[in-house]
């Protein structure tokens, strides 16, 4: 354990240090409290990389997104990656990625960017290295057997999957019998446990219970059913804390907007105007300068499968209000994400909430997609109120609870 979160301290200084290019074994050893004289054994170990060659991974990882997500010009991005030359960037771009910066750039232009295709690259190598007994299972296959078994209830677990990225781990014989998916946020690992054995999912809690870890089960169960359950099989549970996710699977509504009110889809032609509303508000700032690019790749490009589903509330002429949600894909499987508005404070009332919540629930299933409401996620406390009604009375039905067991 001592040695994980050694390791996690190394990999979290690399990663903010790609654009020093004088950077050494002996920095990132000193920084993480080892000896140097076998660090990079005790490294590839943990991750299956060389010190340095895990430096030359990061910084071509870092290259990939800001190609697929900037338009900056490609000497600055080596630049900023620890390349003082065009040319030696290039070289080492093709190393890894088997084509050079711009023919990258010109192949992925209309590929939408996800936090997983840059990150969450050795959280299965470590986990596996030290958890013995523990492997691996193909992403697609987990995607799928989540999908096929029960769709509402696992479906926004796999849209996490494809877009967090990370790694399924499973004992026993198959991952079928149950797995869990592990990603790293901010030195965390965040485990997601899919599985209906109740015994499994002690034995899987019992085994990541250390501070480093956040476990999180999916199901119906109320909390007593999981207390007892878990208590049958030694687990003894001091806190849960609970997650709703609902999803909508009637008819389109028939709905009438306010008085002067209009809600706007957000296209590329008029995100100035939004990102104007947005900063004057302090309202999505995490997101809107990402909306730009995910704009033009589906307005401009013509990428319809871009996540980007945003829209603007106007009284008259007057943006008065912006509504966030996204629609995500997986292997065929559509949702649309967290419908977060904000109005401005003169306009702020629940007529015209519950209005805009049921014309972006149109408008997803216009796309295909399922509407989903995480009634509770952390996105929706951005200085947006979104109304104080429940989402159930519109016919949104719960169909699964993800609890963080403690």
Known sequence: MENSELITKALEYIRAENKNSEITIEDVANHA????????????????????????????????????????????????????????????????????????????YKTEAFYGDFFNDTVGARLTHEFKGYKTADTDEVIDFMLESNALKYGYAAICCRVNGGVALYNGEGFRDGFIWFSEWNGRFMGDIICEDYEK??????????????????????NKVIIDSLANFGMKVSEIERHEGRYYTGEPYTITPPDGYTVRLI?????DTVRTFCDRNGCFTHYIPHMKQELHQRDILGNEEHSVFGFAIFYGDEMVGISLGGLQ????????????????????????????????????????????????????????????????IFGYKTAGFSCQIK
């Open 33 to 108: 409290g080892f000896s140097t004289d076998y660090f990079n054994r005790v490294f590839l170990a943990h991750t299956g990389f060389n010190v340095m060659e895990y430096v030359r991974f990061s910084r071509m990882k870092k290259a990939a997104k800001l190609l697929r997500t900037t338009d900056k010009d490609i000497l600055d991005i080596a630049l900023d990656c620890g390349y003082e030359a065009h040319e030696s960037f290039s070289r080492a771009f093709k190393k890894q990625y088997g084509v050079r910066p711009v023919e990258y750039r010109r192949q992925t």
């Open 267 to 271: 296209e590329y032609e008029n995100y």
């Open 329 to 392: 894909r997986v292997h065929g499987f559509v949702i649309n994400n967290c419908v977060t508005t904000t109005l401005l404070n003169e306009h702020e009332n629940e007529e015209l909430y519950q209005y805009v919540f049921k014309y972006v629930t149109n408008a997803a299933l216009e796309k295909g997609a399922l509407p989903f409401d995480d009634i509770q996620t952390p996105f929706t406390k951005e200085n947006s109120k979104s109304g104080t009604f429940d989402s159930s």
């Open 201 to 222: 999912i002690a034995e899987y809690l019992k085994t990541f219970s250390d501070d480093r870890f956040d476990m999180v089960i999916t199901t119906m169960d109320d």
